[in-house]
């Protein structure tokens, strides 16, 4: 009988122990928020999806959120983070400068706040920023359209059209520059000419990284520049949602077809919609940024920020947020084109060659 009690009375407790998760990993001490902005981009389901397995495999419980891209949901979603109780907060914000106030809240609970990607501007409270090197990315952009069109070669002029990110979101002028700091010197000596004129990066600007409003854009630069058989050679896109409305804008206008080729087009992230678009010569490249990389660095963040250590940071000077210079961790961007693309994507395991039909 005594026996039996015991028995009802363990397996009861281990019952309660997993259901209020107090084996330790899901304690209240241990919550991590983590805020995505969307899932309609493949990109950010896949840096949350690499982001919980990763902190749980270290132990913490994680409550992730995705914000439909609308920041009073992702403001609101980081309210309830701070209330359930969550110790550090992982954000990719919609719009870097809008949560300032929720993030004076956190601050006001001792709640510790990564920028994750994308930069938070103007709060004192983010501890640390992790991301790829946006310039950099934009240089490899740049380069790529300066070699497959021989421009160091003295080869020209050809036509570009060129495109920008987000205004809202920080990464798109370092993008835009970066990009801007290899094409601009062709641009001036005439081997690169813009036939739309449209160049300064408010006017080029995407807001919210929109398919549809690329392509809408796209197609007001087909029909007014190259209605009448001018040959447009190179698209500057700073991302793979760009790309793809482009894409679909130049298809509509009979590029594709043997007489008229896609431009160069470049792109950011390897989605597999775009990888797929590269194998078919829609697109050309795409900037490759290992989000689990990046996962693994952002969980070294959290760790020590809990630990009341410092986290290892490899830039303290680029990335100022108008009130503080965060410390940043910036991992490395590469490139994929449809020559390399198996052993970027699928020998490192990122996408199984399935994945990509
Ligand atoms: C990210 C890009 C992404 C873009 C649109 C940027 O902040 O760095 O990887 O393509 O947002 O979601």
């Known amino acids: 009988m005594l026996k039996k009690l015991v028995a009802v009375f363990l397996s009861t407790a281990l019952l309660a122990l997993a259901m209020t998760g107090c084996g330790g990993s899901s304690s209240k001490g241990n919550l991590v928020g983590v805020a995505m902005p969307t899932q309609s981009l493949q990109r950010w389901n896949q840096d949350g999806a690499n982001m919980k397995a990763a902190l749980e495999e270290k132990g913490y419980a994680v409550d992730l959120q995705y914000a439909n891209n609308d920041v009073n949901t992702q403001i609101q979603q980081l309210e309830n983070m701070i209330t359930k109780g969550c110790k550090v907060l992982v954000i990719a914000s919609i719009d870097g400068s809008a949560i300032s106030d929720v993030l004076a809240k ?13 930069l938070i501007m103007q709060s004192p409270n983010v501890s640390y920023y992790a991301t790829f090197d946006n310039f950099k990315v934009g240089v490899i952009q740049g380069q790529y359209i300066e070699e497959k069109l021989g421009l160091k070669e003295g080869k020209g002029p050809y036509n570009l059209e060129v495109f920008a990110g987000s205004p809202d979101d920080n990464n798109a002028t370092f993008f835009y520059n970066g990009a801007m700091s290899i094409l601009k010197p062709y641009i001036d000596s005439g081997k690169l000419v813009v036939p739309s004129g449209q160049m300064d990066f408010t006017t080029v600007a995407i807001q919210g990284w929109d398919s549809a409003k690329a392509q809408s854009r796209m197609d007001t630069l087909v029909t007014a520049n190259y209605a009448k058989g001018q040959k447009l050679d190179v698209v500057l896109s700073p991302n793979d949602s ?47 940024k290992d989000t689990r ?11 020590a920020l809990l630990q009341g250590k410092e986290a290892p940071v490899n830039d303290t000077k680029t990335y100022d947020n108008g009130v503080k210079v965060v410390p940043s961790f910036l991992c490395d961007p590469v490139y994929a084109d449809k020559t390399n693309y198996k052993e970027i994507l699928i020998d490192s395991g990122y996408y199984a060659e399935a994945d990509l039909k």
């Open 242 to 288: 760009l790309a793809i409305g482009i894409v679909a804008s130049l298809k509509n206008a009979g590029y594709g077809s043997g007489d008229k080729p896609y431009p160069i087009i470049t792109g950011q992230d390897c989605d597999k919609p775009n990888v797929i678009a590269m194998i078919s010569d829609q697109q050309s490249m795409s900037i490759f």
């Open 293 to 303: 990389t990046l996962a693994s660095k952002v969980v070294e963040m959290v760790d």
């Open 106 to 118: 956190a601050e006001k609970n001792k709640v510790q706040v990564i920028a994750y990607d994308r």
